[in-house]
């Protein structure tokens, strides 16, 4: 993680998962390695070592910068504008079931 500040934090909401996996693979029929929900509406992606790189997808297709871990046990944020992964401090942690 960084010392850095992200300069993208006013795109933060309220969020809930839109899914319990990635979205946009259960759609399909595809298969994920890891999660990332955006902070900005809540879209569960798959990570880019995954097949489709949904997450990533999502932020191009969307301007959604940052992304939180949708992984048990990581409390990680990333912002894709800044390319800077970072803690923030009192988030709530996500993990899907």
């Known amino acids: 993680m960084t ?20 979205e946009d693979c259960l759609r399909i029929g595809g298969r994920w390695v890891h999660l990332r929900m955006c902070m900005s509406c ?6 880019d070592n995954s097949p489709h790189r949904h997450a ?3 932020f ?3 301007h959604h910068p940052i992304i939180q871990s949708y992984e048990p046990g990581e409390d990680w944020w990333f912002c894709y504008l800044d ?12 993990a899907h079931p």
């Open 56 to 58: 990533t997808a999502h």
């Open 60 to 62: 191009t297709d969307e």
């Open 3 to 22: 010392d850095s500040a992200c300069s993208h934090l006013d795109q933060i909401a309220d969020v809930a998962p839109s899914s319990e996996g990635c």
């Open 83 to 94: 390319d800077l992964a970072f803690l923030v401090e009192g988030a709530p942690s996500f």
């Open 42 to 47: 809540g879209h569960v992606g798959c990570c």
